[in-house]
């Protein structure tokens, strides 16, 4: 079993940056991959993004490309998604998992069909203000 905390929302006005810090405890070997999906009221989950747990794949929504990057800490076990230049269409809450994907469905498959999440963090919330 792999715990997830989550931890960094907030509110924020438009053009402003949040950092989000997903902290994983237990067994990790089996969760290759590990990043955020997002949901607010009225949309689908949408996979925001992903990072390779020990690599550098990593993979961004086409909607948050180029503004929020996504790193990690091994020695600390922590993986952070630093979100850049926010807009109020970010607002939604936001989920931290884990899933075991190698590293090519890492870089592109993460929130598709058929991806299996083993762990979820608790859900943090991001709101945006215009």
């Known amino acids: 079993q792999v715990h997830l905390v989550e931890s960094g929302g907030g509110s924020v006005q438009a053009g402003g940056s949040l950092r989000l810090s997903c902290s994983a405890s237990?067994?990790?070997?089996?969760?290759?991959?590990m990043g955020w999906f997002r949901q607010s009221p009225g949309k689908e989950r949408e996979g925001v993004a992903a990072i390779l747990l020990g690599g550098s794949t990593t993979y961004y929504h086409d909607s948050v490309k180029g503004r929020f990057i996504i790193s990690q800490d091994r020695v600390n076990n922590t993986v952070y998604l630093q979100m850049g230049d926010l807009k109020p269409e970010d607002t939604a809450m936001y989920y931290c998992a884990a899933a075991p994907l190698t590293a090519p469905l890492c870089g592109r498959a993460w929130g598709l069909e058929g991806v299996t999440i083993i762990s979820w963090g608790q859900g943090i919330q991001v709101t945006v203000s215009s």
């Open positions: 237990g067994y990790t070997y089996t969760s290759n991959c």
